[in-house]
């Protein structure tokens, strides 16, 4: 077996991990995985992405339910804490700050944490304010991080008004020139983001990376 195939083989057990929400194997894999030379990206793309994917179709089609699903997502990010580091050590110099939070209402946090993760590793520090955030901390991590750019996320039809009380909140402080403003989420699309003011939209996480940097004018 060649040392490829051994990658590929590490990579379909972490796949099977993440998809049965088994955390400790998902680490265990994700840790032999770089052991036998695999890099992080293709670790995340080919392996914990997929994964995910998997797991969101399952559950789209009702053959799992939101316990399986938040345990699987549990299991990858049990895995992610390796790939993390693994990738900011890969990155370039650090290019800005970046504030990531999920509005008001929303718990969801799959997508901002695959996010999180892809603007590390492009040289981002990253200041997650979690999920169900008021757009009064929005404001306040603004003032105290002085931001580059700030990344909205909404994940249900229902709290995608959250959204424009946010981005509302930060015009109201006086805070919106000189970032760069992101919006994103499942029922979110270009024109939602273009009505209500954003700067951009990003349907995924490799997305939010290349429109944030291009916005900001760095390669």
């Given at each position: 077996m060649?040392g490829t ?5 590490v990579l379909?057990s972490?796949y ?8 400790d ?6 840790s ?12 995340l793309f080919?392996?914990?992405?997929p994964?995910?994917?998997?797991v969101?179709s399952r559950?789209e ?6 316990p399986?699903m938040?345990?699987?997502a ?7 804490e390796?790939v ?8 370039a110099?650090r290019i ?5 939070g999920t ?15 892809m ?19 929005f404001?306040a991590?603004?003032a ?9 996320s909404?994940?249900l039809?229902?709290t995608m008004p959250?959204?424009v ?5 930060i015009v109201?402080a006086?805070q919106?020139d000189?970032?760069?403003?992101l919006?994103?989420g499942a029922p979110?699309?270009q024109?939602?983001a273009d009505?209500?003011?954003?700067d951009?939209?990003?349907p995924?996480?490799v997305?939010?990376v290349r ?9």
């Amino acid at each position: 077996m060649t040392g490829t195939d051994v990658v590929d083989e590490v990579l379909d057990s972490l796949y099977d991990a993440i998809v049965a929400g088994d955390g400790d194997a998902a680490v265990a894999h994700t840790s032999a995985a770089f052991e036998c030379g695999a890099a992080p990206l293709h670790v995340l793309f080919d392996s914990m992405i997929p994964a995910l994917e998997e797991v969101g179709s399952r559950f789209e089609s009702n053959q799992i339910f939101l316990p399986e699903m938040l345990v699987a997502a549990r299991a990858m990010q049990a895995g992610m804490e390796l790939v993390r580091p693994r990738l900011a050590a890969e990155s370039a110099a650090r290019i800005g700050t970046f504030v990531m939070g999920t509005v008001a209402g929303d718990i969801h946090d799959i997508g901002k944490n695959l996010c999180n993760v892809m603007l590390e590793g492009a040289g981002f520090d990253v200041i997650d304010l979690g999920v169900n955030v008021p757009a009064a901390d929005f404001v306040a991590a603004i003032a105290e991080h002085r931001p580059d750019a700030v990344g909205i996320s909404a994940f249900l039809t229902t709290t995608m008004p959250e959204l424009v009380t946010t981005i509302d909140a930060i015009v109201t402080a006086g805070q919106r020139d000189g970032i760069v403003l992101l919006v994103g989420g499942a029922p979110v699309d270009q024109a939602y983001a273009d009505r209500i003011g954003a700067d951009g939209y990003a349907p995924n996480a490799v997305s939010a990376v290349r429109t944030v940097k291009a916005l900001m004018g760095v390669a």
